[in-house]
């Protein structure tokens, strides 16, 4: 990436917490390991701070790279991931949530393509335009609107973007093996594998699934567990796997998406590195080498 005014701007939001893409995602506080209910990662604040979306027909957008505004997929996966949430935190009476995360499902199904995939680095990296994030937070998406619907569109939809996502590379998909890949062309992304895999779990959570499906989804959690020591130093968490530390809001993430592992797996691993990345958040050394070490990694792309 260029070092220009508007990237500048971008990393400096992203640094200090305060763009929109990225805002405080802690764990999910409705969902349940015997039923799809709410999503692992709570994102009611994608909703929150955007109000005026709530009473009308406009859905979310997010900054391309020269400035401009797109439909971005994963940020309106998340936004009604987010609606489903809060819908489920009143009780299922605040119907304007309900209708706003269905509107993101029917956007959801009307941008997927026939593969089963969405197109969703369009804006930003054309020649390699699928990624596992997107197609497990549709497939999430979708599972939830079945769940709550119980339209079978919905789950078509959601079996055919999890079909996609477990595609290997070589064959157009975003599996690498058994790691589920964020971006196809670029070293493995520590919350992008997770937030796929989840697609996966929310799959077979719904379907009950024993064969194909349970296999790969335990395959991944074993190489994700294996892989982890590479997504660790001795003070922070690492972004990916080419050496990127994690910024303050993914390091939060990541402690956010290993108490969700934990409870979803009950592997203790999880919670190790859970409890040892929020020490490291709360340790302030820690919090400000990392901060100057990401701020200098940003500069040099």
Known sequence: MALNI?????????????????????LGRHFSTTELKG????????VNRLPHL???????????ESGGQVFFPVAIFQYGLGCYDLYLASENSDNRYLRKFMQCVNWAISKQEPSGAWNNFFFRYPQHPYGAMAQGEGASLLMRAYAHT???????????AIDFMLKPLSEGG?????????????????NGWIFAWWGL?????????????????????????????????????????????????YHHLHIAQMQAMYIITDNIIFKEYAEKWQKEENDRRSHARAFVRKAWQKIKE
């Open 54 to 64: 709530l009473d009308g027909e406009e859905l979310p957008t997010s900054p391309d």
């Open 6 to 26: 508007y990237n500048i701007k971008k990393w400096s939001l992203m640094l200090m917490g305060h763009s929109i893409l990225h805002v405080n995602q802690d």
């Open 39 to 46: 999503y692992y990662n709570n994102l009611t604040e994608k």
């Open 174 to 190: 975003t599996a690498d093996g058994d790691i589920l890949m964020e971006y196809t062309h670029l070293p493995t992304v520590l």
């Open 150 to 160: 119980g339209e079978k569109r919905f789950f078509v939809a959601a079996k055919n």
């Open 201 to 249: 779990y929310d799959y077979v959570l719904a379907t009950h699934d024993e064969s194909h499906y349970k296999a790969r989804l335990e395959n991944s959690c074993k190489a994700l567990e294996e892989l982890l020591p590479k997504f660790n130093n001795s003070y922070w968490s690492m972004y990916d796997l080419a050496g990127h530390i994690a910024s303050p809001f």
